[in-house]
Nanobody, 124 residues
Framework: QVHLVESGGGLVQPGGSLRLSCVAS????????IAWFRQAPGKEREGVSF????????SYGDSVKGRFTVSRDNGKNTIYLQMNMLKPEDTAVYYC?????????????????WGQGTQVTVSS
């Protein structure tokens, strides 16, 4: 059974950094796309980063390009989202999601597996 667990959220000041982790179990991380989405109160869910595990290709949402970086640790079956230069508008619940695919999928409805989410709050 596929299971995703996020961690690493918290309260951080503007300009600060956080690293989110997504631990995957129940499947081998080879032909999957792992994405990070976020959702702020009253707003639609937004794609933040996308990582194709089959070829290592990545993609980022326009609002986070140059500030966020996605990476993987195969040995730990973990995907990381390094978030730098955080802004108040980055405040949201961040979700890790997975879909069996060789190609990056952008819409959230394409993803079959979701974690429970982790809260990120950027505030002074």
């Amino acid at each position: 059974q596929v299971h995703l667990v996020e961690s690493g959220g918290g309260l951080v000041q503007p300009g600060g950094s956080l690293r989110l982790s997504c631990v995957a179990s129940g499947f081998t991380l080879d032909t999957y796309v792992i994405a990070w989405f976020r959702q702020a109160p009253g707003k639609e869910r937004e794609g933040v980063s996308f990582l194709s595990l089959s070829d290592g290709k990545t993609s980022y949402g326009d609002s986070v390009k140059g500030r966020f970086t996605v990476s993987r640790d195969n040995g730990k079956n973990t995907i990381y989202l390094q978030m730098n230069m955080l802004k108040p508008e980055d405040t949201a619940v961040y979700y890790c999601a997975a879909v069996f695919s060789s190609f990056i999928q952008f819409p959230d409805w394409a993803y079959d597996y979701w974690g429970q989410g982790t809260q990120v709050t950027v505030s002074s």
